[in-house]
């Protein structure tokens, strides 16, 4: 199930109502699963109790008990289903015979989306991977994954046989997209959305912004797209050789 809505909590609540699993017992951890995001969206990792999560999903808390070790424990099932089944699965179905800045600027717009409407559970993550080493395992899966299916699809395009230093400018611009991503949405910095401010920037006009780039390293040969904001016209100008 591939979604559009950037809310995570909204696709988990689709997914149970439209596939809901046959035994009880699937039903009431999913229902747990929902209620657990909904806490951890709101106080976060830190701040979340078991009781919470049980009274958030209308059950008794001995029965959380029942599904999970402890909150970790259920914390780690939610984020999880976010990054495999949320985050990587819609930018890995995308067209491959679309034009590459297309293809690069949909999936830039819809991470930053996807930080913008779960900005709790984005905290979470980077909380969790800080304490937790078998979810901090989860993250670097799910990036070597992101990012390996980034490098393929650009090597095919190109005829590149050896893959990995396109993996590492891949490396390098997903770790700049992930400090924007801190910078913009999960831990704001006001000196960077004055700045944002001052250039009359917004989510698009930062992903057009940071697509250029991943144009401009991974596919140097392709042109800009005529339908640019005035914004990141603008960038592309500064930076870009004339």
Known sequence: MVSENPCFITFLKDRLAQ??????GARTRERLKI???EVLEEKGYLATKAGDIAARAGVAEGSFYIYFKDKTDSTIAV???????????????ADTSEHPFKAIRR?????ISVARANPGLM????????????????????????????ARSVARRRGIIDQAPTLFVVYLLGAMMDDLLRKLIIYPDRDFLALLQSLHGDDDMVAD????????????????????????????NAILPR
Do not use: M, Y
């Open 19 to 24: 596939n809901p699993p046959s035994q009880k």
């Open 35 to 37: 209620a657990a995001a």
């Open 79 to 93: 984020l999880t289903t976010l990054l495999d089944d949320f985050v990587l699965l819609p930018s890995q179905s």
């Open 107 to 111: 999936a830039n717009r819809r991470w």
């Open 123 to 150: 905290r979470c993550v980077l909380q969790l991977g800080d304490e937790n080493p078998d979810f901090a395992a989860v993250i670097q899966r799910a990036n070597r994954t992101w990012l390996g299916h980034v």
């Open 209 to 236: 912004a940071t697509s250029v780039l991943w144009l401009r390293l991974l596919h140097p040969e392709e042109t800009l797209p005529r339908d640019l904001s005035r914004a990141a016209k603008a960038f592309a």
